[in-house]
């Protein structure tokens, strides 16, 4: 059962890039709030401290004070800068304990495959999370699924993931997550250029002494 962790928050009547960029120098990260049932959005400010102390705890629910009511939220999406990777503005949706979302799980392989430990072949991860559909109060922190048995050239798909009870699977079944590949040889890593291909600097008259002899023609 998902956690619930206490956000401290403050509600502003400012918008702009200019505003956003002056609290976030005061220590501030701006943000908004909407929800599936409600057509207007409520914009805050969160202090940088209570984004790193949410992170630590784990939790995958809030219960946040938005507009002088008490809900429960959950990260929804988070904008970081590309260079200095900090956080710039965070989302948070309001959910419904009583109605079913669509989330994102990690996903955690368990075991050492057979096809890479006894055949030889590479494991490629192709998909991190797992998108379930469940209510609020059944997101599982996430999803593991062994993969010990898995040979060379086979695969594992998303319909294949046992899931824990009340959580569906949200995601087309036949997405591969995982698949044991054969490992590149020494004949795989070779150029295709043979040794007989003509791969040559000259020129059409076969003059392969390169533009000095013609760029000092050129200038006579």
Do not use: W
């Amino acid at each position: 059962m998902a956690i619930e962790y206490k956000l401290e928050v403050q509600k502003r009547d400012q918008y702009g890039k200019k505003y956003c960029k002056n609290i976030r120098k005061s220590g501030l990260i701006p943000g908004i709030y909407y929800s599936s049932d409600s057509s207007k959005s409520i914009s805050f400010a969160i202090e940088k401290s209570e984004i790193r102390n949410a992170v630590k705890s784990g939790a995958r629910l809030y219960s946040v004070s938005v507009g002088e009511k008490l809900r429960t939220v959950l990260f929804k999406n988070v904008q970081y800068h590309p260079v200095t990777e900090e956080i710039l503005h965070v989302d948070l949706y309001g959910v419904n304990m009583n109605k079913k979302i669509q989330i994102n799980v990690p996903l955690e392989l368990i075991g050492d495959p057979k096809g890479v430990k006894l055949e030889g072949g590479n494991l490629m991860q192709s998909v991190l999370e797992l998108e379930v559909v469940c209510l609020p109060s059944n997101i599982p922190d996430k999803i593991e699924t062994d993969i010990s048995e898995l040979g060379l050239g086979e695969n594992i798909q998303a319909g294949g993931i046992a899931l824990p009870a009340n959580v569906e699977l949200g995601m087309p079944e036949d997405t591969v997550l995982a698949a044991i590949s054969h490992a590149m040889s020494d004949a795989d890593l070779e150029s295709d250029v043979s040794e007989e291909d003509d791969i040559s600097f000259e020129d059409d008259q076969g003059d392969s002494s390169g533009g000095t002899e013609s760029s000092d023609s050129d200038s006579k």
